[in-house]
C-alpha cells in the first residue's frame, strides 16, 4: 500500500506570494493532519480534515488554511508569505479521528526568500 | 498550556547497547502517546503507540513504557544498530483527538 505523498517536494517562494501544498493520504485513511516543522519551534499542529470538515485547528494565523475534497485528498494554502513561513510541511492520514496512528509523508520544503 | 518533552538533546550509545530515550508530559489528561523516527530529510516515521488505559507496549525491538503517576513515557531500542540513528519524538494527544503535541526530539547517535 503506498504511502502518504505530499506534492511538490521543494518550493521557493517570495515575501507576499501565496503557496497551495498538497497531500494524498494512505489509500482507504479519511483523517489528514497538517504539522509545521522548523528547527525553533520543532513540530507544530496546524489543522485536522476529517470528511471534508475541519475538526481541529491549531494556533496559527488566519494565513493558514486547509480544505479536504471527498476523495481524502487534501491541500494547505499560506497566503501573504513572511520569511517565518519558511518550514517543512507535513501531512499524516490516519484511519479514524480518536487518537489514532497517523502516518507522515515525506513533507514539502518551503522557503520564502 | 499542554507540553510535551523533556528529552535530553542527544544520546550517544556503542552499536548492540540498549538504549531507552525518555519523554515528560505536562497534562494529565492526555491520553494517547506516539513515538516517532525521524531520519534526515525524511517525514517522522511511526515506531510504536500506547493508550494510557496500558503501562508497558512492545514491538519489534522497541518497549515503550508509561508511568502515568508522574508523567513519563520511555522508548527503549534493544540491540541498538548503525540504522537506529535519527532523531525521535514523543507526541501526545488528549480527548481522543488526532491533534498531536510533540517534544523537542532526542538525537540518537550509535557508535560503532
Known amino acids: 500500500k503506498a504511502g502518504v505523498t505530499q506534492t511538490p517536494r521543494y518550493l521557493i517562494k517570495t515575501r507576499g506570494q501565496q503557496v497551495t501544498l498538497s497531500c494524498s493520504p494512505i489509500s482507504g485513511h479519511r483523517s489528514v493532519s497538517w504539522y509545521q516543522q522548523t528547527p525553533g519551534q520543532g513540530l507544530q499542529f496546524l489543522f485536522e480534515y476529517f470528511s471534508e470538515t475541519q475538526r481541529n485547528k491549531g494556533n496559527f494565523p488566519g494565513r493558514f488554511s486547509g480544505r479536504q475534497f471527498s476523495n481524502s485528498r487534501s491541500e494547505m494554502n499560506v497566503s501573504t508569505l513572511e520569511l517565518g513561513d519558511s518550514a517543512l510541511y507535513l501531512c499524516a492520514s490516519s484511519l479514524w479521528v480518536r487518537s489514532d496512528t497517523q502516518y507522515f509523508g515525506p513533507g514539502t520544503r518551503l522557503t520564502v526568500l | ?112
Open chain 2, 1 to 112: 498550556g499542554e507540553s510535551v518533552g523533556l528529552h535530553l538533546p542527544t544520546l550517544s550509545v556503542q552499536e548492540g547497547d540498549n538504549s531507552i530515550i525518555n519523554c515528560a508530559y505536562s497534562n494529565s489528561a492526555s491520553d494517547y502517546f506516539i513515538w516517532y523516527k525521524q531520519e534526515s530529510g525524511k517525514g517522522p516515521q511511526f515506531i510504536i503507540d500506547i493508550r494510557s488505559n496500558m503501562d508497558k507496549r512492545q514491538g519489534q525491538r522497541v518497549t515503550v513504557l508509561l508511568n502515568k503517576t508522574v508523567k513519563h513515557l520511555s522508548l527503549q531500542i534493544a540491540a541498538t544498530q548503525p540504522g537506529d540513528s535519527a532523531v525521535y519524538f514523543c507526541a501526545g494527544s488528549t480527548g481522543g483527538g488526532n491533534k498531536l503535541t510533540f517534544g523537542t526530539g532526542t538525537q540518537l547517535k550509535v557508535e560503532l
